[in-house]
T-cell receptor
Framework: DAGVTQSPTHLIKTRGQQVTLRCSPISGHKSVSWYQQVLGQGPQFIFQYYEKEERGRGNFPDRFSARQFPNYSSELNVNALLLGDSALYLC??????????????FGQGTRLTVV | AQKITQTQPGMFVQEKEAVTLDCTYDTSDPSYGLFWYKQPSSGEMIFLIYQGSYDQQNATEGRYSLNFQKARKSANLVISASQLGDSAMYFCLVLTIRSGAGSYQLTFGKGTKLSVIP
């Protein structure tokens, strides 16, 4: 059974550009959460989606947006990239709830570098 | 606002020994959940243990136990019989759910890097 898959694994973008990160949850999982982890820091919660609806949102600017598709996969979009957006972006999938705990599984992340 | 403090940026432990990773939290919500996650160098986050604020007993999961002291707002992780594979970053986090609104707040600590020495 495939785990949580994120694509791409690495990405380099220029300031001002836009980026789309993708996440495929574990089969049967209906919730996807996104986190940003800047080097040397703990992850920060960005969004959670459940059944295609936004269920949670962290303290991020409107440049960050996300959506969930009918097959429960998800995209995270970041517009007008800044150098400070350089980070590891983690996706987690779960059956539901808050997207944490024993039933939540994380992908290995997308490493975004903004130059 | 919520806050998580992990005061140990790095820790060393001898293989087969026990180690305690510190975590203190600050939240005004009476109902909350505390989690510990492990992050190996490969990047994925691995769930270790959960403690609810109203749980009377300390949580245990195999070699992991959580020393929950509610009055002190402390949720230290204890790993018994350390193994080389335990070398990783360890994060403490607190989750509060806003009833009715269907929203929640989630805060991670900055992490502790544990190195297990053979």
């Amino acid at each position: 059974d495939a785990g949580v898959t994120q694509s791409p694994t690495h990405l380099i973008k220029t300031r001002g550009q836009q980026v789309t990160l993708r996440c495929s949850p574990i089969s049967g999982h209906k919730s996807v959460s996104w986190y940003q982890q800047v080097l040397g820091q703990g992850p920060q919660f960005i969004f959670q989606y459940y059944e295609k609806e936004e269920r949670g949102r962290g303290n991020f600017p409107d440049r960050f947006s996300a959506r969930q598709f009918p097959n429960y996969s998800s995209e995270l979009n970041v517009n007008a990239l800044l150098l400070g957006d350089s980070a590891l972006y983690l996706c987690a999938s779960s059956l539901g709830g808050t997207g944490l705990g024993t039933e939540a599984f994380f992908g290995q992340g997308t490493r975004l570098t903004v130059v | 606002a919520q806050k998580i403090t992990q005061t140990q940026p790095g820790m060393f432990v001898q293989e087969k020994e026990a180690v305690t990773l510190d975590c203190t939290y600050d939240t005004s919500d009476p109902s909350y959940g505390l989690f510990w996650y492990k992050q190996p160098s490969s990047g994925e986050m691995i769930f270790l243990i959960y403690q609810g604020s109203y749980d009377q007993q300390n949580a245990t999961e195999g070699r992991y136990s959580l020393n929950f002291q509610k009055a002190r707002k402390s949720a230290n992780l204890v790993i018994s019989a350390s193994q080389l594979g335990d070398s990783a970053m360890y994060f403490c986090l607190v989750l509060t759910i806003r009833s009715g609104a269907g929203s929640y707040q989630l805060t991670f600590g900055k992490g502790t890097k544990l190195s297990v020495i053979p």
